[in-house]
């Protein structure tokens, strides 16, 4: 017997297996894989779902999504509520917002992969930027503050976390400039 797979189920079942317990209460357990590994893997999966969508789906919503604009702001809205620690403490405490971590992540990366091609290179550059800034603003956010933000997790947890968004933002400065400096060719080699 063979069996076949479509690609666009691989995107719906890496959905399931995070949503399971022990691998949500795994990715959960620190505030480390919850907003690097977790949050992000979510998103990745809405992304390729969204490019799964079937071409008459983006012709539908273009007059509502002219240039990528609304897909853009429902993603930066979406992003900007889950990066609160109040957030995160909720998604950790209560079933009704994790539900939610569930369902408004993936169509935050559904919008994203709709919306991002639509948009003009500037306005690209320009939300590049805004992004490594926020891991950077993050970063020394969680490593600079005294006080535990969430309060599910250790101040230990949280420097570590800053310490990683902060690695995260310079790695993603110098490729970039690398990539600007130099071209594509240096990177891709």
Known sequence: MHLTIKMEWLPVAALVILALPPMQKFLEQSMVTHMLVQIPALAVIGWFLGRALPENWGNQ??????????G????IAIMTYWMLPRALDAAVAEWYAELAKFITIPAMGIALGVSWPQLNPIAQGVLKLE???TFMRLGWL??????????NYLLSDQ???GQL???AGSAWAITWTLRVTFGTRIINT
């Open 61 to 70: 919503l273009a007059p509502w999504n002219r240039w990528g604009i609304t």
């Open 72 to 75: 853009m702001v429902f993603a």
């Open 131 to 133: 992004f490594w800034a």
């Open 142 to 151: 969680y490593l600079d503050l005294p006080d535990r933000l969430c309060a």
């Open 159 to 161: 420097r570590v976390l």
């Open 165 to 167: 968004l902060l690695l």
